[in-house]
């Protein structure tokens, strides 16, 4: 697709439930990150793709996260067990991760997550 | 010390003046230097970048680096309502590799133009 694509764009949970947040990233894209942004604060590292391999997961905040990318495009990033602390925007971002240059990343619009 | 400082605001300016926008950092061997715009519920966008020192303008949107004060700016000349966003400096090394130290985020600037 023409952008970075997330879903749900908005999800409503009870704690202690299981939520799945999907990631679509540009065509082509290597590079898959998570972020977690906080009402009114910075984005908070959670785990990067390269390709379908994880080399950097240290911004998981618990074992009760987790992610996943297959086919070098989809991923899926798994809250079990959700907490009201969980409530957040999560953000994905795909890049041409060329190994030197700038390392632009493109964002998408983010899943709302309110944990009831 | 944080890698990357950047003032939370808000910073509210009323339309058509000269916005400041800043960011100081502490590593030396970042290169590439970023600007992202991020609207309420939208994820954050690529304004411009730049490499290593100097300038770069783009429209109403200059970007200055100044490597020796470890200080980065973005000025918005003209600024409108419209420019009325959350905006976040990023940078990153020569080879930047990927993951956490991929790309190193301020924590944001929310900037008000008050019509």
């Known amino acids: 697709g023409a952008g970075v694509s997330q879903s749900p764009s908005n999800k409503v949970t009870e704690k202690g439930k299981d939520v799945e947040l999907r990631c679509d990233p540009i065509s082509g894209h290597t590079a898959l990150y998570w972020y977690r942004q906080r009402l009114g604060q910075g984005l908070e590292f959670l785990i990067y793709f390269q390709g379908n391999s994880a080399p950097d997961k240290s911004g998981l905040p618990s074992d009760r996260f987790s992610a996943e990318r297959t086919g070098e495009s989809v991923s899926t990033l798994t809250i079990q067990r959700t907490q009201q602390e969980d409530s957040a925007v999560y953000l994905c971002?795909?890049?041409?991760?060329?190994?030197?240059?700038?390392?632009?990343?493109?964002f998408g619009a983010g899943s709302r997550l309110t944990v009831l | 010390q944080k890698e990357v400082e950047q003032d939370p605001g808000p910073l509210s300016v009323p339309e058509g003046a000269i916005v400041s926008l800043n960011c100081t950092y502490s590593n030396s061997a970042f290169q590439y230097f970023m600007w992202y715009r991020q609207y309420s519920r939208k994820g954050p966008e690529l304004l411009m970048y730049?490499?290593?020192?100097g300038n770069k303008e783009d429209g109403r949107f200059t970007a200055q680096v100044d490597k020796s004060s470890k200080y980065i700016s973005l000025f918005i000349r003209d600024s409108q309502p419209s420019d009325s966003a959350t905006y976040l400096c990023?940078?990153?090394?020569?080879?930047?590799?990927?993951?956490?130290?991929?790309?190193?985020f301020g924590k944001g600037t929310h900037l008000i133009i008050q019509p």
């Open positions: 971002a795909s890049s041409l991760e060329q190994g030197s240059g700038a390392n632009v990343l493109t």
């Open positions: 730049t490499y290593s020192s």
């Open positions: 990023a940078m990153s090394h020569m080879y930047s590799g990927g993951g956490a130290d991929g790309l190193t």
